[in-house]
């Protein structure tokens, strides 16, 4: 995302109220702004939760009729570095910041936004509903869930674990890296393409374990591999200790979603 134009919307979202969790991994170029990297909003208005740095600080924006709440954990925001970001929104009184796995911030004002109707990557809201403060960099691997996950699951996620193996019945929107369709970006949960994909891919991704159901396996910081006979018989480092520009052997664990260690 440019930090400047780049927005990717959906038309409709198939969350509109809490309890929910928005969780992905997020690299910024910058932390001398405001900017917000993923969220849900009403499409004509300020109301929604939206989550990113307001420079150095990692903040959490929750907009409805009764005010905004921008909750925020100082000095956890930094620049080129691909990091796991989180809201877990369990009330109107309770919606946590996570990063890498851990609460960092808990807002607890009383808050409930209405008319939420859009899922948005890349950038917040002014209050009409425009896109603005823009992120500057990647997202990656974004998934919504109609549940307040829990700690561990957080802590799961942000080690690798794909969306999809995180309470499947609840995960009703996933935009994973490098899955763009036209000019826009699909949702591997079927319903709710984003509209627009960025105007430049990042050279670098995540590193992400996953295996099967989508069709590919991934191992290193920036590659993505078919499943062949030699990528699955392949020998290589621990998944504990994974080295860049390897594959790793998947165990039986794994293949039947054992969380990484």
């Not at 369709?181 to 990042?202: H, K, N, Q, V």
Request: proline share 5%; aromatic share 8%.
């Amino acid at each position: 995302y440019n930090g400047s134009s780049d927005v990717s919307k959906s038309t409709g979202s198939p969350v509109s109220a809490v309890a929910f969790t928005m969780a992905g991994f997020v690299l910024s170029t910058t932390t001398s702004v405001t900017q917000y990297a993923f969220g849900i909003q009403n499409s004509a208005s300020n109301h929604g939760w939206r989550l990113g740095f307001n420079g150095t600080s990692l903040i959490l924006q929750c907009t409805a009729s009764g005010g905004t709440q921008n909750t925020q954990s100082a000095g956890n925001a930094a620049a080129n570095t691909w990091m796991h970001l989180g809201m877990v929104c369990s009330s109107s009184t309770s919606r946590a910041i996570y990063k890498n796995g851990a609460s960092l911030a808990t807002g607890t004002s009383n808050l409930t936004p209405g008319g939420v109707n859009q899922i948005r990557v890349g950038a917040g809201t002014d209050s009409s509903g425009n896109a603005g403060s823009y992120w500057t960099g990647g997202v990656a691997m974004i998934g919504l869930w109609n549940v307040a996950l829990t700690t561990p699951e957080m802590a799961a996620l942000s080690a690798g674990l794909e969306p999809w193996k995180i309470r499947p019945a609840s995960l009703k929107a996933f935009f994973p890296s490098g899955a763009p369709f036209a000019s826009g970006i699909i949702d591997l949960m079927g319903g709710y393409p984003l509209d627009t994909a960025p105007t430049t891919e990042r050279a670098t991704q995540p590193r992400i374990y996953s295996f099967g159901v989508f069709g590919h396996a991934r191992k290193t910081a920036a590659t993505s591999h078919s499943l062949t006979a030699s990528v699955i018989s392949c020998s290589a480092p621990s998944l504990s200790s994974p080295a860049i520009g390897q594959v790793h052997a998947l165990t039986a664990q794994e293949i039947a979603g054992g969380t990484p260690t």
